[in-house]
Structure formats: C-alpha cells, structure tokens
C-alpha cells in the first residue's frame, strides 16, 4: 500500500489531457480514482469536486482538433487514491 502522508493532496479540479491547465503530472505519478454517484468510473477524462460534474468522452465522436468529445454528468463526485 502507498504511505498516505507522501501523496499530494488531491486538487478541486483535475484533467488527464497535458495540455490543460489543470493537468497536474504529480498527481498522475499515483493511480487516483474517481467515484461519481457512489459508482466508480473508469472513463473520467476531467473532474471538479466543489462543482459536481465529470466529463467523460462522447463515443468515437472526436472535434476538430483531433481530441474526443467530452459529455458534462452532473452528480456526487469523490476522488481517492488507490
């Protein structure tokens, strides 16, 4: 198990794709987990805690520049390491 106290604490806001600015790669270095509506996610592309939503990508659907689609979920969100 990972020691709790040598972890970053886990930001508001966070986002897989590196060229956002609220990709965080210390956070990255660990496996977090998000769990939206008391269900775990697996396809969480972006996240933020104090405004309950997720966005998670849209299918195959991808804008013009090439990246996917990303559909906003409302709810309850909580993020953990594992």
Not at 2 to 24: E, G, K, M, Y
Request: net charge positive; charged share 35%.
């Amino acid at each position: 198990m990972n020691d709790i106290s040598q972890l970053p604490p886990l930001p508001d806001r966070l986002s897989i794709d590196p060229s956002s600015p609220f990709f965080n790669r210390d956070v990255f270095q660990h496996d977090v987990g998000i769990k939206f509506n008391d269900k775990e996610r697996l396809d969480v592309d972006e996240y933020c805690l104090s405004e309950g939503w997720i966005k998670v990508s849209a299918g195959k659907t991808l804008d013009r520049k090439g990246k996917p689609m990303l559909i906003k979920l409302k709810g309850k969100v909580e993020a953990f390491y594992r």
